[in-house]
């Protein structure tokens, strides 16, 4: 899979795509990540990727002409493959598991961030398959949610974890369906102590425990 980033702030993604699962991922060639900067496809010297909103109103929007640009640049190798691409904006499908798990099936997906007051409601109409949104709340800019779409997904290809059992029958694997506690080393800690059931070798009972410990105040 390749994720194609669009962004005005191409900085953003450093440190994170090359730390961890994400970097790991690369590594192994099986998630491949690009990050396209926008105002590279602007056309004036001033690489100008907003403009004032038609109508009036507080702040910028972001310009559809470098947008579009940029999306034809990235999608013109797509011919054939499972691709989706999507704007980040707070009206939009909310994240989720079940979507991360639609994702993980495709060859690419292209993310464009938005930023400012918004994008160009032509990007939305036009140029995209679909809006989406991490969560219920207004974000600066679209960066964040598409590294949280990004790590997400990755995680859920197969070989990109170092046991492919790590993304099974975790919390949100089924709507509403939560993790349950783990513990480590050492067994007693500040005499917090470790549930007995989870020490005594018997996975029939260690299974009925951790299902029945599994909820939203699990932690």
Known sequence: ?????LTLFPDYFTNIIDSSILKRA???????FEIVNIRDFATDKHQTADD?????????VMKIEPISRALSATKASFSGKKVKTILTSAKGRLFTQNVAQEYSQLDDIVI??????GVDERVAD????????????????GEPAAMV??????????????????????????PGKMGFPQYSRPEIFNG??????????????????????RSKDSH
Request: aromatic share 8%; charged share 20%; hydrophobic share 30%.
């Open 1 to 5: 899979m390749t994720i194609h980033i």
């Open 26 to 32: 690369q590594s192994k060639n099986i998630v491949q």
């Open 52 to 60: 004032r909103p038609y109508g009036g109103g507080p702040g910028m």
């Open 112 to 117: 464009v961030c938005g930023h400012y007051e």
């Open 126 to 141: 036009y140029l995209v398959d679909e809006e989406v949104r991490i969560g219920d709340y207004v974000l600066t800019g």
């Open 149 to 174: 779409i990004s790590d997400t997904v990755s995680r859920l290809i197969e070989g990109v974890l170092g046991n492919d059992c790590s993304n099974q029958n975790e919390s949100h694997s089924e």
């Open 192 to 213: 917090w102590v470790v549930p007995a059931v989870l020490l005594n070798g018997n996975h029939k009972e260690i299974y009925a425990w951790r299902e029945e410990h």
